[in-house]
């Protein structure tokens, strides 16, 4: 009854579930578990949520050549490999606060999935509540997933971000962190591959950090708190929201905030981001 509670503070009640709901369906042949990391050594090697396949945000979720996600082909391959099918119930749960298990979600709305939810807190609420891991490797059965339709009406691409500068009815969120927002830095010290030519940020953007939607735990916060923490810098539900960080992973998570638990009816995450926007000429550029 509790955690039925918190779920409707949310605009989506079933975009995100509890550990516990996870935790009592570990079993259920419906219900598909899969963590999804940067770095799988420093986290599912060394133990994960028992019968949780795993999915590497840089091999799995992106173009091995290009620039881009995974295509409808990858993308039907990977999840048929996972043993997962167009009817599963697919909970998505990550590092790094649920970054890249929010860009999964993304990716697996962008193709279509009908029911994909995130664990609440992701692996930090899963380890601070003690629960159990396993470092054994599932035992997935190999399924046929029909390769998807893509829906880009989710996606930013650099023109439609440059054609949004200056207008009333778009807000644009830079979900950073305060330093790489003002151009003090270009990346944080852990991701310095990613670096950019210029430090800024895009004109009109609001400093949002991601971090301010969620607990101390990573949980989300209310429904309450999150309406107030973007009202405060006007970006309503009015507009056209574009949420944007520096490879797409933190904003990913932002766009889940405002389009799944605040129920935004215009949401679009520019997953080009800073990489893209700081590399680009003649980009305008605030600091």
Request: contains cysteine; glycine residues 8%.
């Amino acid at each position: 009854m509790a955690e039925q509670l918190q779920q409707q503070r949310y605009a989506n009640e079933q975009a995100v579930v509890s550990t516990q709901w996870v935790a009592d369906r570990v079993k259920d042949q419906k219900v598909r578990i899969v963590e999804v990391d940067y770095d799988p050594k420093s986290a599912y090697e060394l133990g994960h949520i028992g019968g949780a396949a795993l999915i590497q945000w840089g091999k799995d979720l992106n173009d091995g050549v290009r620039r881009d996600i995974v295509s409808p082909q990858g993308f039907a391959a990977l999840l048929s490999r996972n043993g997962i099918t167009r009817e599963s119930t697919v909970i998505l749960y990550g590092d790094f606060n649920n970054w890249f298990a929010a860009f999964g979600y993304w990716v697996f709305k962008l193709y279509g999935h009908k029911d994909v939810r995130l664990m609440n807190g992701g692996r930090k609420k899963w380890a601070e509540e003690k629960r159990s891991y396993t470092t054994e490797a599932p035992k997935l059965v190999k399924s046929v997933y029909p390769e998807p339709k893509a829906d880009w009406t989710q996606r930013a691409y650099l023109p439609q971000v440059q054609a949004a500068l200056g207008k009333k009815d778009w807000g644009l969120v830079d979900v950073r962190s305060p330093a790489e927002y003002k151009g003090e830095i270009t990346a944080p010290p852990e991701y310095q591959n990613e670096q950019c030519r210029v430090a800024g940020h895009i004109p009109g953007a609001k400093s949002i950090p991601w971090g301010k939607a969620v607990n101390e735990d990573g949980t989300f916060k209310s429904q309450a708190e999150l309406e107030a923490l973007y009202r405060a810098e006007g970006i309503t539900r009015d507009k056209s929201i574009i949420a944007y960080c520096r490879i797409g992973e933190r904003s990913s998570h932002t766009w889940f905030v405002l389009k799944e638990l605040l129920g935004y009816p215009k949401v679009v995450n520019y997953d080009g981001s800073w990489t893209e926007w700081g590399n680009a000429v003649n980009t305008p550029v605030e600091r």
